[in-house]
């Protein structure tokens, strides 16, 4: 019984300082996070709508690092949603003459 116990207690400490560490750098992750969908939604709505490329092979653009960041064809809109899951997620709409642009945070 003994050893289950520090077991369960070794198994708290570790948890207790992983959400100290994600507390933490928080800020930063974060700021990466909507950057990443940001830099998504942009990079889509060109290849799908400036270059005419199919969703499918816009996909394969993305930067290592991104792999989490999903692309999501909004057609009747002409705009590309970015988004990591639970955590961010940005637009970016093709206007003519001016190319794709991010729609205001907020």
Do not use: H, Q
Not at 26 to 43: D, F, I, K
Not at 50 to 57: D, F, L, Q, T
Not at 63 to 70: D, H, I, K
């Amino acid at each position: 019984m003994a050893v289950r116990r520090k077991w369960w207690i070794l198994v708290a400490l570790v948890a207790v300082a992983l959400l100290g560490v994600l507390a933490w750098r928080w800020a930063s992750l974060s700021a990466r996070v909507e950057l990443g969908a940001a830099y998504g939604a942009r990079m889509g709505c060109s290849c799908r709508y400036v270059e005419g490329r199919a969703m499918g092979s816009c996909a394969d653009d993305k930067e290592p690092g991104m792999a989490m960041v999903r692309l999501n064809d909004v057609p009747e809109e002409r705009a590309v949603r970015a988004s990591v899951p639970l955590l961010a997620s940005r637009t970016a709409r093709f206007k003519p003459g001016w190319g794709c642009l991010l729609d205001p945070v907020g």
